[in-house]
């Protein structure tokens, strides 16, 4: 130990330049994003990137709760939901009679804060469980909002929903074409990614991890687990919200099939295929999703195969991922790493991290 | 006994029983510690000792009886609310959170006795709180791994980590599960001086199994057997009891 080492220069914010610390292949991804409409169509800007950030977002508050605080919850695509109805609902939409044609700048921070709320009781429910129970709770919730939501047509506009719900035309830009879209998307997600970063090493964040390895203890440094962790599915839906949001834009529409069963439990599927322990995981899990999604059913008949079948592939696809890496597309890209970096004599790994 | 009043002891315990199921592991406990008191809690294995530190803290608490921590009736209070006023411990098996670095663990315990727990803000580099997490690391001696992740640390580095967190903030009161368990020779002379050189004002209670240590920490002496107590006294008379240390003796290592 050296003398005259400094104790007041902290890790936590030691930062020779913030510029300075951002790895070489953010900027290469972060350029290639910016200037991708001059090199994509406008199907690939809209369908693919649009819809794989939005999944990407619901999946990212997934990934906050499951990988930084350990609770599992599949009630997401739930929060999104509600936040894409309360906008089709406060604000305007075809179905007149219900909604209530409030302008956007109420209408949008009503439906998050609603969201908020909503998840905040969920939470409140599913902080009483552990690991597959916490599943089932949030599962159950996921089904009986479902329900509701079809059954109810006072106020949800029951099996049909609400459609023409169209984005504000802010700044005289039309929002639902591909390129306008595609940066508004490509905005929030990109904002998101990076104050999750920048959370998880806030006092929050830090002690959302010390609670998931460790509830007891940080019992006994004076940590309110049980509020800690109701205050993760709060924080956690704010871009669950904004992601259903931009869903119901995206598709113009929102109805009980964008929070059925399926779709909630296709988050859990693109944040795991992803990886869960960095908030770009869910990134790369929902382009992955989206890929195959979109182009399984071209896939199987180019091979001469019925386009029916294009769950299998998906399916398979998922199948090969998580049999190879348990930490998802993440795990893999780590595994190849330490594979490069082996001794090429002794074939043994050389250093993790 | 006289009943004590609130300004007159640290810790005290009334009639405190805890049983699992028909197993009773405390029986009948009661005893006061005055503020600034060190006082050792020795006993063979299975005597309740740390059970009895799992009651105090409220991980477990207890099935009847009172705590009293400086006058307040805490025996139904939240673990997180006894450790903000100012009541800490130490784990016998290593409770530190391993994918986090040394530096990391004592800011979370510094974090979590102050305000602003649920902060998104990252702490700045002149943050109060993570001077105090330097001035801790260097007190145990560990300001040296301050960047390692814990599970890199040796046995006993984490040992002087868990103590470490255990004086975050301002503790009035500490209870020391072991501390010693595994140590090296030198490690454990380094030990009793971080021990004896913590402020006056703090008391603890130490529960050891080498007696060394314990009786030269301490000015006050209780004996468990079988949850309950068994004999109180100063070092000097404990450790010349024959009673005491046939059954020390013969409940540890028979």
Same mark, same amino acid.
């Given at each position: ?353 | 006994?006289? %009943? ?34 060190? &006082? ?24 009847? @009886? ?18 903000? $006023?100012?009541? &800490? ?7 530190? #959170? ?17 305000? @602003? ?6 702490? $700045? ?15 145990? $001696? ?33 209870? #020391?599960?072991? %501390?010693?368990?595994?140590?090296? %020779?030198?490690? $454990? ?38 949850? &309950? ?24 290592? @028979?």
């Amino acid at each position: 130990m050296a003398l005259f080492e400094p104790h007041n220069i902290s890790r936590i914010d030691r930062s020779p330049g913030w510029i300075e610390r951002i790895p070489g292949p953010y900027w290469a991804l972060a350029i290639l994003l910016l200037i991708m409409p001059s090199l994509a169509s406008d199907f690939v800007l809209f369908q693919i990137f649009g819809w794989s950030f939005i999944l990407g977002m619901i999946a990212l508050s997934l990934m906050f709760l499951a990988g930084y605080g350990g609770m599992v919850s599949v009630a997401q695509m739930s929060v999104a939901g509600i936040a894409g109805y309360m906008v089709a609902i406060f604000g305007e939409s075809a179905i007149d009679q219900i909604s209530m044609g409030w302008p956007w700048f109420v209408a949008i921070p009503l439906g998050i804060l609603i969201a908020a709320i909503l998840a905040t009781c969920v939470g409140w429910l599913a902080v009483r469980t552990e690991g597959i129970y916490t599943i089932m709770i949030t599962l159950a919730i996921a089904a009986a909002f479902f329900y509701f939501c079809r059954q109810n047509y006072t106020v949800f506009n029951g099996f049909s929903g609400f459609n023409g719900v169209l984005p504000p035309e802010l700044f005289g830009v039309d929002w639902r074409t591909a390129v306008p879209f595609y940066y508004l998307c490509l905005f929030w997600a990109a904002l998101y990614f990076l104050v999750v970063l920048y959370v998880s090493r806030s006092p929050f964040g830090l002690a959302l991890q010390g609670v998931r390895d460790n509830p007891r203890r940080m019992a006994a440094l004076g940590y309110n687990v049980t509020a800690h962790r109701v205050a993760a599915y709060t924080a956690a839906s704010i871009p669950a919200a904004t992601g259903g949001i931009l869903l119901t834009w995206q598709s113009a529409q929102i109805s009980p099939g964008t929070i059925s069963i399926g779709p909630a439990i296709d988050i859990l599927v693109v944040a795991i295929v992803g990886g869960l322990r960095h908030p770009i995981g869910p990134f790369i899990g929902a382009f992955v999703y989206v890929l195959l999604k979109t182009f399984a059913v071209d896939f199987l008949t180019s091979l001469g195969l019925s386009g029916e079948r294009f769950q299998l592939i998906i399916g398979l696809g998922f199948l090969v991922i998580v049999f190879w890496s348990p930490d998802g597309v993440l795990g893999l890209w780590e595994k190849f790493r330490n594979w490069q970096k082996r001794d090429p004599l002794r074939g043994q790994e050389g250093g993790i991290e | 006994m006289t %009943p004590s009043t609130a300004t007159e002891s640290a810790l005290e315990l009334r009639n405190v029983s805890k049983s699992f199921g028909a197993l009773a592991a405390l029986s009948d406990i009661t005893f006061s510690v005055r503020p600034g008191e060190r &006082r050792a809690v020795l006993g063979s294995n299975g005597a309740g000792k740390t059970t009895l530190f799992n009651c105090i803290t409220g991980d477990f608490p207890p099935t009847s @009886g009172n705590i009293r921590f400086f006058g307040e009736d805490v025996t139904d209070f939240a673990p997180y609310e006894r450790i903000r $006023r100012g009541l &800490r411990r130490t784990y016998q098996i290593s409770l530190l #959170f391993a994918g986090l670095s040394v530096a990391d663990n004592v800011y979370l315990a510094c974090r979590g006795v102050s305000r @602003g727990r649920f902060s998104f803000i990252r702490p $700045r580099r002149n943050d109060v709180l993570l001077q105090s997490a330097e001035e801790l690391m260097h007190t145990v $001696r560990i300001d040296g791994v301050r960047d390692h992740l814990v599970s890199e640390l040796s046995y006993g580095q984490q040992r002087q980590l868990e103590i470490a967190m255990a004086l975050a903030g301002a503790p009035r009161f500490i209870l #020391f599960d072991e %501390p010693a368990a595994g140590l090296s %020779p030198t490690e $454990r002379a380094e030990l009793v001086n971080i021990l004896t050189g913590l402020p006056a004002h703090i008391g603890f209670i130490i529960i050891e199994h080498d007696m060394d240590v314990a009786l030269r920490v301490s000015d006050y002496v209780t004996m468990m057997h079988n949850g &309950r107590v068994f004999k109180e006294g100063k070092p000097a008379e404990i450790e010349e009891d024959e009673e005491v240390q046939s059954l020390y003796l013969g409940g540890a290592h @028979g």
